[in-house]
Nanobody
Framework: QVQLVESGGGLVQPGGSLRLSCAAS????????MGWYRQAPGKQRELVAR???????SYADSVVGRFSISRDNAKNTVNLQMNSLKPEDTAVYYC???????????????WGSGTLVTVSS
């Protein structure tokens, strides 16, 4: 089994910054993708940012230029630096990872339990 634990959410004023962190632990041979989704009240979960094992990154159009994702392959961690936050960034942010637990095993998706980010004055 693999566990993902997020940290770093909270309340911030518009224009402020937050840094989310996520650590994967457990039976891990390799991780292909790590990233973040978010879900605002009454809306569908959407991809915010992701980074592949070759460091290729992609971002949702709504966060380009404001958010930055980074990853430490040795530590199985992923961070999301969020700057110039807007009220519409308010959501529960979920870490996810595509993991292979051992040789011959299929790639599986794992999710964290989520961390709340609230952007409000």
């Amino acid at each position: 089994q693999v566990q993902l634990v997020e940290s770093g959410g909270g309340l911030v004023q518009p224009g402020g910054s937050l840094r989310l962190s996520c650590a994967a632990s457990g039976s891990i041979l390799e991780i292909n993708v790590m990233g973040w989704y978010r879900q605002a009240p009454g809306k569908q979960r959407e991809l915010v940012a992701r980074v592949f094992s070759d460091t290729t990154r992609s971002y949702a159009d709504s966060v380009v230029g404001r958010f930055s994702i980074s990853r430490d392959n040795a530590k199985n961690t992923v961070n999301l630096q969020m700057n110039s936050l807007k009220p519409e960034d308010t959501a529960v942010y979920y870490c996810y990872a595509v993991v292979r637990e051992y040789a011959g095993r299929s790639w599986l998706n794992y999710w964290g339990s989520g961390t709340l980010v609230t952007v409000s004055s």
